[in-house]
C-alpha cells in the first residue's frame, strides 16, 4: 500500500469537538486500546511540547541567552523561529544549530510522557509516523524498524543543495561544535563540507526542496504501507498525538481519510486545542481536548485498570 495515497483533507463543516464527559472518553479510548489488534501512532509537535521539549520561554532564554542578546529578541522570539534567522556566516549558523540539536536531540533523555507511550502499545503490533525530528521515539524504547520520521532527524546532516543522496550522523560532531561556541560562533576548522560537492552542509530537516530522502527514509516509507497493508480488515486504532493544522496533509488529514475507506479501523484524537473529528465518523472517533501528559496518563491507568467501556456501534 502506498501511504501518499491518502494524502487529502477533510471539508471544515464536518470537524465536531464532542461533547462526552472526559472520564467516559478516556474509558472509551482505553477500551479501543484494550481490544485493538495494532496501533498506529501519529505524532506531531504537540507531544514533544507536552512531554517538555518547549521551544519557546524560559527554556529557550536559559539556552539562547547569547544568541538573543547578538541578534536582537525580534529575530530570537523562540527556537522555531531562531532557525529561520539568516546567519551571516557559516559558523554562526553552525553555532546555533549545534546548540539547537543539542538541547533538543542529544542532552534530554527519554522523556517521561514517551515512555507512557510506549508502555500503551509495547503488548502488540505498532507502527509510528511522526513528523517529530528530536528521537524521542527511539529513546523511549521503540525500534528503528517501526517508526517513520517523515521530516528529518536534528542529528542528521546532508549537502545544502541535495548534491547526492545520503545523510550523515552528526550527534557527536554537534556535541563538539556545542562545547566549542564562543560568541555565538564554532571555530572556522570545525565548518561540515559535502564530501562530494564541498559546498555547504544543512540540517536534514523538511524545510525546502532540497531535503534528502536517503535510503532509510525510503525503507522506513515501505516499512509503513507493508504496516497498513497488514492492518486491513483488522482492529487498528489510530492514535493520533498533538497533530494540529500546521501540517495537517502529513498525519492528520490521512488519517481520517483511513479511516473513510476501513471501518474496523478507530482514531483516537489526542490534542490540547484541535481534537475536533470528523462527524460522519460517529462512534468510531474520540476526540480529547486536554493536556496530553495528562489525558495518556488517565488512559494508561484505565487501560491497566481494564476499566475502558466497549466501542459501541451506536450510529
Known amino acids: 500500500?502506498?501511504?501518499?495515497?491518502?494524502?487529502?483533507?477533510?471539508?471544515?463543516?464536518?470537524?465536531?469537538?464532542q461533547e462526552t464527559p472526559y472520564e467516559e472518553q478516556v474509558r472509551r479510548a482505553a477500551g479501543l486500546l484494550n481490544r485493538a489488534d495494532a496501533v498506529l501512532i501519529g505524532a506531531g509537535a504537540g507531544l514533544s511540547t507536552a512531554a517538555g521539549l518547549v521551544y519557546g520561554?524560559?527554556?529557550f532564554?536559559?539556552?539562547?541567552?547569547?544568541?538573543?542578546?547578538?541578534?536582537?529578541?525580534?529575530?530570537m522570539r523562540d527556537m522555531y523561529a531562531a532557525g529561520?534567522?539568516?546567519?551571516p556566516t557559516?559558523?554562526?549558523?553552525?553555532?546555533?544549530?549545534?546548540?539547537?540539536?543539542?538541547?533538543?536531540?542529544?542532552?534530554?533523555?527519554?522523556?517521561?510522557?514517551?515512555?507512557?507511550?510506549?508502555e500503551m502499545v509495547c503488548g502488540r503490533e505498532h507502527f509510528v509516523l511522526t513528523t517529530n525530528v528530536d528521537h524521542q521515539f527511539r529513546k523511549a524504547g521503540f525500534e528503528d524498524e517501526d517508526i517513520f520520521a517523515t521530516q528529518g532527524d536534528y542529528g542528521l546532516i546532508q549537502c545544502a543543495k541535495a548534491c547526492h543522496g545520503k545523510t550523515y550522523d552528526a550527534t557527536g560532531l554537534f556535541v563538539r561544535m556545542n562545547q566549542a561556541v564562543k560568541d555565538c560562533r564554532i571555530p572556522s576548522g570545525m565548518v561540515p563540507r559535502c564530501p562530494v560537492c564541498k559546498g555547504p552542509m544543512a540540517m536534514n530537516l523538511r524545510c525546502d526542496g532540497y531535503f534528502v530522502e536517503d535510503g532509510h527514509w525510503h525503507q522506513a516509507a515501505g516499512r509503513y504501507g507493508d504496516f497498513l497493508n497488514r492492518a486491513v480488515g483488522r482492529r487498528l486504532v489510530l492514535l493520533e498525538l498533538g497533530v494540529g493544522f500546521n501540517t495537517p496533509a502529513i498525519i492528520r488529514f490521512p488519517f481520517e481519510k483511513m479511516m473513510g475507506e476501513n471501518r474496523e479501523w478507530s482514531l483516537i484524537r489526542l490534542n490540547l486545542d484541535e481534537a475536533a473529528v470528523p462527524e460522519s465518523l460517529g462512534y468510531r472517533a474520540v476526540g480529547i481536548n486536554m493536556d496530553l501528559a495528562v489525558?495518556?496518563?488517565?488512559?494508561?491507568?484505565?487501560?491497566?485498570e481494564g476499566t475502558?467501556?466497549?466501542?459501541?456501534?451506536?450510529?
Open 295 to 304: 489525558c495518556v496518563g488517565d488512559i494508561r491507568t484505565a487501560m491497566r
Open 308 to 315: 475502558g467501556e466497549g466501542s459501541g456501534h451506536e450510529e
Open 90 to 118: 557559516e559558523e554562526e549558523r553552525w553555532g546555533y544549530w549545534s546548540r539547537h540539536a543539542y538541547v533538543n536531540r542529544i542532552e534530554p533523555q527519554a522523556l517521561p510522557l514517551y515512555l507512557k507511550v510506549f
Open 57 to 59: 520561554g524560559r527554556r
Open 84 to 87: 529561520f534567522y539568516p546567519f
Open 61 to 75: 532564554t536559559e539556552n539562547f541567552g547569547e544568541f538573543i542578546e547578538r541578534y536582537g529578541p525580534a529575530a
Open 1 to 17: 500500500m502506498d501511504w501518499m495515497q491518502f494524502l487529502s483533507g477533510t471539508p471544515a463543516r464536518d470537524y465536531v469537538y
